[in-house]
């Protein structure tokens, strides 16, 4: 007698960022948005680039994160404005991300900011948590809710673009705790050795409070063109020390010779006056050759 076993039916593999809409449809709110991540971007490279020598790090610019299977699926994701993932490759299989999936990846981003473009703010620090009814309805999580107890992220901030009020919240065990002002007015971001607080200043034809990057010291980590600029001024710096260094040197020999040739003038004279060779040397701190080959003897 045969037994037959009982066919064993897999579920279907969870989808890839190829696999999972990477637009819900929305557009960005202002012209300010794309620009801002752009500076955060752009003057954090340096920083990462000594973190990270071997280019593994991600950096996310309001792209989805996919933290859960949901219909439609870009129910299940949360897009930050912007994020940085590290020990992540930029790239995946050669093709660049459409989104970030977590369960593929395992590795929460160690930062997540939003810009708070129209209201106060209050979608950014929704902390609804996720929740089904008795009659199976699911409740939408708030952002700061998954943020803080699905992905965990170590830091998240959110930025009012139109009070400028930027809060930064660090995740201590299993909680976000509002970070208070250092007495520079920034926010420290130990994990990397950096702070962010807002910088008055013109990037891309604007000039308004910009959320931007400092060192441990309140250095401002500067972007392309302030460093090109930076480098420009240095050049024209030593450019200067060099002409001046130039004009020294020349007033130097100047100088030198005409005491030089004072010196010489003043052999005649003191010889006629009956000293010796001898002692006008001394008295001119010339060698008695010199004195001998100046008064033609």
């Given amino acids: 007698m045969t037994q037959s076993a ?3 039916v897999l579920p279907p593999a ?3 960022h190829t696999q999972l809409p990477e637009s819900d449809g929305t557009f960005v709110k202002n012209f300010q948005e794309h620009p801002q991540s752009l ?5 954090l490279g340096q920083i990462l680039q000594q973190r990270h020598p071997d280019g593994q790090y991600a950096i996310g610019q309001d792209c989805g994160i996919y933290w859960r299977e949901t219909e439609p699926a870009e129910k299940g994701a949360e897009a930050p404005d912007w994020f940085y993932v ?3 490759p930029p790239n995946l299989d050669g093709q660049i991300r459409r989104s970030y999936v977590l369960w593929r990846e395992h590795i929460a981003p160690l930062i997540a900011l939003e810009f708070a473009s129209s209201g106060n703010g209050d979608e950014e620090r929704d902390r609804t948590p996720l929740s089904r009814t008795d009659e199976g309805v699911i409740t939408k999580p708030g952002k700061f809710w998954v943020y803080e107890q699905v992905m965990r992220i170590p830091y998240y901030g959110i930025y009012e673009i139109n009070s400028s009020r930027l809060e930064v ?7 976000y705790q509002l970070l208070e002002l250092n007495q520079r007015g920034h926010f420290s971001i130990a994990s990397l050795g950096i702070e962010l607080g807002l910088w008055q200043g013109s990037y891309q034809n604007q000039t308004m409070l910009w959320l ?3 060192d441990e010291e309140g250095n401002l ?5 302030e460093r090109a600029e930076l480098e420009r001024l ?3 710096q030593e450019r200067e020390r060099a002409e001046q260094e130039r004009l020294r040197a020349d007033s130097a020999e100047q100088a030198r010779r005409a005491e030089a040739q004072t010196r010489r003038d003043a052999i005649p004279r003191l010889l006629g006056m009956g000293l010796s060779a001898e002692q006008v040397a001394e008295a001119l701190s010339l060698s008695v050759e010199e004195v001998r080959e100046d008064c033609g003897d």
């Fill in 6 to 8: 009982d066919r064993v």
């Fill in 14 to 16: 969870f989808p890839d």
């Fill in 39 to 43: 500076i955060l971007t752009d003057s």
């Fill in 86 to 88: 590290p020990n992540v």
């Fill in 169 to 175: 919240y660090r995740l201590i065990e299993g909680y």
């Fill in 212 to 214: 931007r990057w400092w």
């Fill in 221 to 225: 980590l500067l972007i392309g063109d």
């Fill in 234 to 236: 240095r050049g024209e």
